[in-house]
């Protein structure tokens, strides 16, 4: 649905030139949910508007649903933008508007006859759960609300493609799991192409099947979802996931040298990270039975990521060294990721 080959773009200001995207390529399958994540600065929000020619690429292509973006006249690509909605963090609605204006106003735009625009908004209205707000002002709306808003008028002309521009970000997180089953429902139940800009591996563990992670205008890393959080290959990626875990405390806690990971000689701290269907087996009681060895489970967690179990524990090993370093070996044979903190 969307291929990006080689874009780069560049900012030329009086505080000097920044390169926001550069040399970025992806490709994005028709009905995926998409996730691109990176820090402040790295060059998401820039990227996301390349895709929709907001910002124009100093150079690359930009290629949707077969049209080359970066190749057509302006008239040309303000007709093939209706097939691409949009949604921001502040909802971008008009205040002077209901929220059926709100959500027709694209349609008008569209020259939609009056009877074709009251039953698509009421169509939408239902969709998004906000029936009973059709009359209301963005100013008597929660911040959920005006997102819903949001989403039905990105969605009202039919597009192919919705991308999300830290739609979730102003939001608490129980709202923020509402949108996103949202999404979800409009991507399985409409088969719109979903691209979610964020900061937030939270939001893409919940709703991506695949992701592009952005650092310094770059993708340094990208793949399905399950996958980058099993095994993380780059620095900041590593540090997203670790943000949705409570087990990468473990760190900070050998450094204040707390009493709950405090081991004695002999002993052996180690993280394990479970691999898919390795997440549903016994091994730490195999391991247990099998090489003589104590393992006391201090903290961990299993996360759901794309319908997959992925679980984490920290625990301490007790026993013979030999017997130790056998269960460590058997574990990691048996796609566990084991890492040795202290000992």
Do not use: W
């Not at 937030?200 to 980058?228: F, H, N, P």
């Not at 099993?230 to 996931?241: D, G, K």
């Not at 990971?261 to 701290?269: F, S, W, Y």
């Not at 393992?295 to 625990?315: K, M, Y």
């Amino acid at each position: 649905m969307i291929r990006l080959e080689n874009i780069n773009k560049t900012f030329h200001g009086s505080g000097g030139t920044v390169e926001a995207v550069r040399d970025v390529s992806l490709h994005i399958e028709a009905g995926e949910i998409f996730g691109i994540i990176g820090l402040s600065g790295a060059g998401k929000s820039t990227l996301a508007r390349c895709i929709n020619l907001l910002e124009r690429p100093d150079s690359g292509r930009v290629v949707v649903d077969g049209t080359e973006l970066t190749a057509l006249p302006e008239k040309a690509l303000r007709r093939q933008r209706l097939s691409l909605g949009m949604i921001f963090q502040h909802f971008n609605l008009m205040p002077s508007r209901t929220v059926y204006e709100n959500i027709a106003y694209p349609l008008k735009k569209q020259k939609q006859t009056a009877g074709q625009i009251e039953r698509r908004v009421t169509e939408l209205l239902e969709l998004v759960d906000l029936r009973d707000k059709r009359d209301a002002y963005p100013n008597q709306l929660s911040g959920g609300q005006k997102q819903r808003v949001a989403i039905a008028r990105a969605i009202a002309g039919q597009p192919k493609v919705l991308l999300c521009d830290e739609a979730t970000s102003a939001l608490d997180p129980a709202t923020t799991l509402s949108i996103l089953d949202l999404l979800k429902r409009i991507n399985r139940s409409l088969g719109i192409t979903i691209v979610v800009i964020t900061h937030e591996m939270a939001v893409v563990k919940e709703i991506c099947d695949r992701v592009a992670v952005m650092e310094k205008g770059r993708v340094v890393e990208s793949g399905r979802v399950v996958d980058l959080f099993s095994i993380p290959a780059s620095p900041v990626t590593r540090s997203f996931v670790e943000s949705t875990a409570n087990t990468c405390r473990v760190f900070d806690l050998v450094r204040e040298s707390a009493p709950i990971v405090a081991i004695e000689p002999g002993q052996v701290l180690v993280r394990l990270k479970y691999l898919g269907h390795s997440a549903d087996e016994a091994l730490i009681s195999r391991v247990s039975r099998q090489y003589n060895i104590d393992c006391n489970i201090l903290f961990g967690n299993i996360d759901i990521v794309s319908d997959t179990a992925i679980g984490t524990l920290v625990l301490v090993l007790s026993g013979e060294k030999n017997n130790i370093e056998a269960a460590i070996g058997y574990l990691s044979r048996n796609n566990v990721v084991i890492e040795v903190i202290d000992r």
